[in-house]
């Protein structure tokens, strides 16, 4: 493939996942480009959520991305930069389609105003999307499925991580990524969450319940036994500790720290 197309998908990464492409340089050099291909896809899937206003928009996107998975399975043509460096890592490393197919399927959700009626459904969206990108980035490292239990711990707490970070660009387009049995246990409802201000201290027991559990999902990573040549797949959950454990703020964490967790925990084999 055309070296301009992997410096492109490179770009992509490095801007968009910088946690995850530091956790690249600790992956094989010869598997490394299918990781970044990997990210790159899980990147531009999961802003259209943040990024369009009406949902049909949303929608015509995933379509777009539906015909780019179909297309890479039927030997068909692909060739905007990062579907083709992904159908060149899921043809080289033998990644399971249906993995992709639900991955897209459960992104419709990021497009609708209220998904999570209860925890239960919260968990399958995070297990579907979040897990599903570190079970097929641990292949590509070669693990096979013997991380799957590692990488849907890993997948949900980075998922959540990112639902308290995000939850302000979601709000300002009337999406809430929590359980409405959350909001109702704290005295709220979506609207308040959309839109005001006054009610944001009655928000933070719901911010409190994501944070404990990203903190038992990353507990529960530490006491799975995994390949240890799954790590650079699973060492980006390191990084959702920040937010699972401090009191919840967008200030972001310093480059050399976010670099130096990644390679902690490529180091320790723990997050």
């Known amino acids: 493939m055309d070296e301009a197309v992997w410096k492109h998908v490179e770009e992509v990464v490095a801007a968009g996942d910088p946690d995850r492409y530091v956790a690249t340089f600790f992956a094989p050099a010869a598997r490394r480009r299918s990781l970044l291909a990997l990210y790159a896809f899980d990147h531009e899937v999961s802003r259209i959520g943040l990024t369009v206003r009406e949902p049909m928009a949303g929608h015509i996107r995933l379509a777009w991305w539906r015909e780019q998975i179909a297309a890479t399975y039927a030997g068909g043509s692909v060739v905007a930069p990062v579907p083709a460096a992904l ?34 459904a919260m968990k399958a969206h995070a297990l579907t999307v979040g897990g599903a990108v570190v079970q097929l980035a641990a292949r590509v490292l070669g693990a096979g499925d013997r ?7 890993a997948g949900t707490a980075i998922v959540l991580a990112g639902h308290l970070n995000d939850a302000a660009a979601f709000a300002a387009r009337r999406r809430c990524r929590f359980p409405v049995l959350w909001l109702a246990d704290a005295g ?24 404990a559990w990203a903190r038992i999902e990353l507990g529960a990573l530490n006491r ?16 959702a500790r920040r937010v699972a454990v401090d009191t ?6 310093p480059s050399w720290q976010r670099l130096a967790r990644i390679a902690l925990a ?3 084999w723990r997050v």
Do not use: I, K, Q, W
């Open 224 to 239: 799975t036994r995994f390949p240890t040549m799954a790590m650079p797949a699973l060492a980006a959950a390191t990084l």
């Open 266 to 268: 490529n180091l320790t």
């Open 147 to 153: 991380a799957d239990v590692a990488a849907g711990h």
């Open 248 to 253: 919840f703020s967008a200030t972001e964490m």
């Open 188 to 211: 709220v409802n979506a609207e308040d969450f959309f839109t005001g201000r006054e009610r944001a201290a009655a928000l933070l027991p719901v911010f409190e319940r994501m944070r």
């Open 87 to 120: 159908a060149e890592a899921a043809r080289a490393h033998g990644l399971p389609r249906e993995l992709f197919e639900r991955y897209l399927d459960a992104r419709a959700l990021d497009l609708e105003e209220t998904p999570f009626d209860d925890e239960a």
